[in-house]
């Protein structure tokens, strides 16, 4: 059976990964988790001291420690620069509340955008994000674009902390989201928008699970149009 694209965008804490991951899984489709690369770059322009004026040397330093991907035991995915393991670090509190201002750097998405392309020709894939429906695989054949209410969230974003056993405070998790919601809104390369052509999906108030069925049920409509 031919594969597609899925392309799957919306705001911070949408549960854009969770799905994502579960629908890759299910139509046995590569995963790419687009935030987690902007995350790596601000990782390694923190761990250098860069600031958004030093492009060329965050650029550089991509080179020499380049984004990877791998599974633990569990099946869980690792990311890494170069060979250190940064799937921890890159969730961290300093690399949320700085990925804005260097995703806002168009050098790096056009560096980053280039690299999901290629991962993307390699066949049937599930990619999350903020541009990947409007920029990084604009023919995609199904694009999804997921919302929340900030508070909704918020709290899922809270719980998960709380499993985790990370204090959070939510009033500063929300003002957090709205704020990097605003940015990643209003920068002016490839700002989060739904493509014209995605379906917008308004998840208030609705499980993973059925969250999964909208979209599972949206790819095999197509699947099933093109067997046909
Ligand atoms: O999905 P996430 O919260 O892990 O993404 C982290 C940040 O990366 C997000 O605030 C904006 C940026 N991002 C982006 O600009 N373009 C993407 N395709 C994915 C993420």
Avoid: C
């Amino acid at each position: 059976m031919k594969s597609i694209q899925i392309a799957i965008d919306g705001p911070a804490s949408s549960g854009k990964s969770t799905v994502a991951k579960i629908i890759a899984k299910a139509f046995d489709y590569t995963y790419l988790d687009t935030g987690a690369m902007y995350r790596a770059v601000t990782y390694l322009a923190l761990r250098h001291q860069l600031t958004q004026d030093d492009t060329a040397e965050i650029l550089s330093l991509l080179e020499e420690h380049p984004i990877a991907f791998g599974r633990n035991k569990e099946g869980e995915q690792l990311v890494f620069v170069g060979d250190v393991d940064i799937t921890h670090a890159i969730r961290e509190h300093q690399v949320t509340n700085n990925v804005s201002w260097v995703s806002a750097l168009a050098p790096i998405r056009e560096k980053l955008v280039d690299l999901q392309r290629k991962i993307a020709v390699q066949g049937g894939i599930v990619m999350d994000g903020r541009d990947i429906g409007t920029v990084v695989l604009p023919e995609a054949e199904l694009k999804v674009f997921l919302v929340a209410s900030v508070e909704e969230r918020a709290l899922r974003r809270f719980r998960e902390n709380q499993e985790k056993g990370i204090p959070t405070d939510l009033e500063r998790l929300k003002e957090e989201i709205a704020l990097r919601d605003y940015k990643d809104s209003t920068r002016a390369v490839s700002p989060l928008k739904a493509a014209d052509d995605a379906i917008t999906f308004d998840t208030t108030g609705v499980s993973i699970e059925g969250v999964v069925e909208f979209i599972s049920e949206k790819a095999k409509e197509i699947l099933d149009k093109q067997s046909n």
